[in-house]
Structure formats: structure tokens, C-alpha cells
């Protein structure tokens, strides 16, 4: 059950990259044409803004995905020198301190957003923004991330209960070539 749900989030997740894929292609788009327009001696005005909307949401929501892929960054000196227990420990407390840190963010997110919504407040751009806009989706890929982080940790300590330390190591471990020369000394 748990392999199972943590394959359907890393599916999920993959579906949001596209997404947020797809969002940076729109980007680069507008992007050039705004370079376009502007060798012509026009402009469509607020590709700064926007774009910079676009990263901070793309950020955001890339982040879940970038867990459920193991590619957020470790320093893994000491773990390399552990057994199989030590590791997943290792690997455990990772994810709790992740867990904490996205969570506290994601309830520090919120504020921002609650302000620009009952100050309705603008961006002070040519386009005059409403920022609950941007803020929104920025803060909905902070709240994914925690309960991303949330989620996974939840079922790395199921399988650490039911001893499937194999599977936690493949499910939150770093993932790298270390760990496949590690496998293949034993």
C-alpha cells in the first residue's frame, strides 16, 4: 500500500512538472517575442513581471517533483560510511528536517497571500497585477511541497516499521552513484 502510493505521487508530481514545463515554455516564448517586438522598435511590456511570476511558481511546484525524484541536494560523506540501518536513519532525519523546514514555510506563505487579498494589494507595474494571482499558485506549490514532504515521510516510517529498509533507501535515499557502488560491493 505504501509503494503504491508513493508510485502515484511520484506519477502526480510528473504530471505537475509537465505543467510547470510547459508554463517555462510559455514563458520563453513570450519571452522572445517580446525581443522580437522590440527589434522592431515595439513591446508588449511586462515580461520582467511575468516572468518573474512564472519562476516563482515554477520553483514552487518543481519542488515536489524534484523530491518524489531524489534530486534535492545532500552531503552524503558520512552516510556513505554507514550500514544499511545507519543510512536509512540518516535518510529519515533528512526528511524530517525537510519536512519541518517546507511546512514552516508553507504557514509563513500563507500571511503574504492573506494580505494582498484583504489589502487587495497591486503590483506597482505597468500591468498593476493583482498579486493574490501569482501569490496563489506560489503558495499552493509551497502547500504541495509540505504535504509532499509530509506524505513521504509518513510512509518512509511505515516501511522502516514493516523493516523494508531496502525500500526507504530506494524511496528517499540520494540516489546516486555512491549508493549503487555501495550495492555493488556487498
Avoid at 72 to 78: A, F, P, W, Y
Avoid at 94 to 123: K, Q, Y
Avoid at 156 to 169: A, F, Y
Amino acid at each position: 500500500m505504501a509503494l503504491r502510493l508513493l508510485e502515484f505521487l511520484k506519477w502526480f508530481n510528473r504530471g505537475i512538472a509537465l505543467a510547470v514545463g510547459l508554463g517555462l515554455l510559455a514563458c520563453v516564448a513570450f519571452v522572445l517575442i517580446e525581443i522580437t517586438l522590440r527589434r522592431l522598435g515595439s513591446s508588449l511590456g511586462g515580461t520582467t513581471e511575468i516572468t518573474g511570476y512564472v519562476m516563482a511558481v515554477a520553483t514552487a511546484w518543481g519542488m515536489g517533483f524534484a523530491l518524489m525524484e531524489l534530486a534535492h541536494v545532500r552531503i552524503e560523506m558520512l552516510r556513505t560510511q554507514l550500514a544499511q540501518w545507519g543510512r536509512v536513519m540518516l535518510d529519515l532525519i533528512a526528511m524530517l528536517a525537510m519536512s519541518g523546514t517546507v511546512v514552516l514555510i508553507a504557514f509563513r506563505a500563507w500571511p503574504v497571500l492573506s494580505r494582498s487579498i484583504a489589502n487587495d494589494s497591486r503590483a506597482n507595474t505597468v500591468l498593476e497585477t493583482p498579486l493574490w494571482i501569482p501569490q496563489s499558485l506560489w503558495f499552493a506549490g509551497w502547500a504541495w511541497f509540505a504535504f509532499m514532504t509530509c506524505a513521504v515521510t509518513l510512509i518512509v516510517l511505515v516501511l522502516i516499521l514493516q523493516g523494508r529498509l531496502g525500500q526507504v533507501e530506494a524511496a528517499i535515499g540520494p540516489g546516486n552513484e555512491v549508493d549503487a557502488e555501495l550495492e555493488h560491493a556487498k
